[in-house]
């Protein structure tokens, strides 16, 4: 039976103050959401306060890329080492990587953030270890390459990569000759009029921003998260987030041809989830045969369990941040409570 949208609300309010009531037992703050349809929406926790999004950057990035494609000024098969010959050596099997390889992470590169190292402390135990030290690109494709050995041949598989997302930043650069960060403002944030928005640790950005914690360890004030460059590195708001989920979707940004092409899924990321280009399309279904029907939203999650995705058909966005690494099975089930809610709407 049909709901109306004020129980719709009265219950998911219920389900994110039980969900901050079980937080609170382990000093976790609640969770910050929004949910917006073209009839209703809804929102818990701080709206106004900033946030990390994490990997949710990666979306960006790929916007920006995207728009190089369909200029003309580059294209999907585009070889890498011809845009940035010098940082590229050492960190692929062989030479032949596109800029679709790297988007869809399936260039055989390896991650820096969370992959294997050859010896010695993880990246992450370093990023823990060492909270001032301010990473520059450079030293993030340095430690792929002094620390790490590629998972695979070009094409071969599909591998996360946050090492390949900061050579994307690379090959803008260069290849606009914009820093990454101008490129940002200029290409996205002023165009969606994103002002609540920042590269961390880059530019003038907030006092404050919400904690994030990561294996246990809160991180917001570290130095160390400079770590997250052009494979995440954005502090932002719901507000934000929501209207930039909706500019790529609605022809702000992109065509929408080219933004079907980005939203395409091609890879499995993980159960319930497929990865397209720089995209994340979320299938309920993977996650558990009784969620079929539910719609399959594309955007992206950020390791702090943040969300930003649209529904395609409908233009409905989901932005959520809950502030812990260890918290993205419980954000993935408010999720499911979200869309069920709003498949009862009137």
């Known amino acids: 039976m049909p709901r109306s949208q004020a129980t719709v609300s009265d219950s998911l309010h219920r389900h994110f103050t039980r969900e901050s009531q079980r937080r609170a037992k382990k000093n976790l703050p609640e969770p910050q959401v929004l949910v917006s349809t073209p009839q209703f ?3 818990f926790g701080d709206r106004d306060l900033p946030f990390h999004a994490a990997s949710v950057g990666k979306l960006a990035t790929a916007v920006l890329v ?15 080492r011809t845009l940035v010959p010098k940082e590229y050596n050492g960190l692929f099997a062989t030479p032949d990587v596109t800029i ?34 301010f990473w520059k690109p450079s030293d993030l494709l340095s430690f792929t390459r002094d620390n790490q050995r590629p998972i695979g041949q070009p094409g071969e598989k599909f591998s996360y990569s946050d090492t390949g997302y900061v050579l994307l930043g690379r090959i803008l650069e260069e290849h606009t000759g914009e820093d990454f960060t101008r490129l940002l403002h200029g290409r ?8 609540d928005s920042v590269l961390w640790l880059r530019e003038n950005g907030p006092d404050q921003i919400a904690p994030a914690w990561i294996n246990g360890v809160e991180v917001s004030t570290f130095t ?3 770590c997250d460059w052009a494979g995440g590195g954005i502090v932002t708001t719901l507000d934000d987030l929501h209207r930039f989920i909706t500019a790529c979707s609605d022809g702000t940004l992109l065509q929408q041809e080219t933004w079907k092409t980005m939203a395409t899924p091609q890879h499995r990321f993980r ?22 029907g539910l719609p399959r939203p594309t955007g992206h999650i950020g390791v702090t369990a943040v969300h930003t995705f649209i529904n395609p058909k409908d233009g409905t966005t989901i932005v959520m941040n809950f502030h812990d690494s260890r918290a993205m099975s419980a954000s993935f089930r408010s999720h499911i409570e979200i869309q069920r809610s709003l498949a009862r709407l009137t």
């Open 66 to 80: 995207m728009q190089e494609v369909e200029a003309g000024r580059l294209s999907l098969s585009t070889e890498s």
């Open 41 to 43: 929406s809804f929102r």
């Open 271 to 292: 159960s319930g989830i497929k990865y397209g280009l720089g995209t994340m399309q979320v299938q309920f279904e993977g996650f558990m045969p009784l969620l079929r």
């Open 224 to 226: 160390s998260l400079s």
């Open 100 to 133: 679709e390889h790297l988007l869809s992470h399936t260039s055989g590169i390896s991650d820096y953030f969370e992959g294997q190292v050859l010896s010695g402390p993880s990246f992450i135990d370093q990023f823990l270890g060492d909270t001032n030290k």
């Open 188 to 195: 996205i944030f002023d165009r969606c009029g994103m002002k």
